[in-house]
């Protein structure tokens, strides 16, 4: 998951694949935050290249495909870790609540089957069998 710095980055650059963009367009984020922010997502694989001004004033990018359409990584990260697991987790609970059933209506046909036999005597049993 991207942290919102690195959400509003992408946000502003991601329209062009090479260019550069100044720290006043990132608003309330110091220049040291917007610069680590750079370097994670370069290490996360959203851009290719960074480069930063000596007074981290203005920061030169060139983005990967990943930095380009990274809503749709992120949302293939959120199908991945949180949707599918919750699908697999609710068939997994509705499969288990009715075998749980119908193991209670077999042990329950099977209880009285028993008391049957155990009730009868040998020549009933007998009797049955021919």
Avoid: W
Avoid at 83 to 98: D, G, Q, R, S
């Amino acid at each position: 998951m991207l942290l919102k710095i690195e959400r509003t980055i992408l946000k502003k650059v991601s329209s062009n694949m090479v260019g550069s963009i100044e720290l006043s367009k990132f608003g309330k984020y110091s220049g040291e935050d917007i610069y680590q922010a750079f370097l994670d997502l370069k290490e996360l694989g959203f851009f290719r290249n960074v480069d930063v001004s000596n007074d981290r004033t203005v920061f030169s990018y060139v983005l990967s495909v990943k930095g380009k359409h990274y809503k749709e990584y992120v949302f293939l990260e959120f199908l991945r870790n949180i949707l599918i697991p919750f699908i697999v987790a609710l068939v997994t609970a509705t499969a288990t609540y009715h075998l749980e059933k119908v193991a209670d209506s077999y042990s329950s046909s099977s209880t009285s089957q028993s008391t049957y036999e155990l009730n009868c005597t040998d020549y009933e049993r007998f009797e049955l069998i021919e």
